[in-house]
């Protein structure tokens, strides 16, 4: 084995674990970034545990972090995108 041969197989070598982390990172950021946003979602769908009838027509429930308490808003102020 040659030492530019060598040298090649290491530089290939590097730039795929280099590609490799590059992606792993993406993904995982990427994961890490939209994740509150799909709980929210979640959270003020029709479908979710978390949402019940209001009370009052035209509002919606949003339950607030680490409480069984909620917030009612106007549904003109509550809207998926």
């Not at 982390?21 to 479908?47: D, G, H, K, Q, R």
């Amino acid at each position: 084995m040659s030492l530019p041969s060598f040298l090649r197989q290491i530089t290939s070598r590097r730039l795929f674990y280099a590609l490799v982390w590059t992606v792993n990172l993406t993904v995982t950021m990427a994961l890490a970034s939209f994740a509150p946003e799909m709980a929210f979602i979640y959270a003020i769908s029709p479908s979710s545990l978390f949402s019940k009838a209001c009370k009052v027509d035209g509002y919606v429930r949003v339950p607030l972090d680490g409480s069984q308490d909620s917030v009612l808003f106007a549904n003109s102020n509550v809207q998926k995108v």
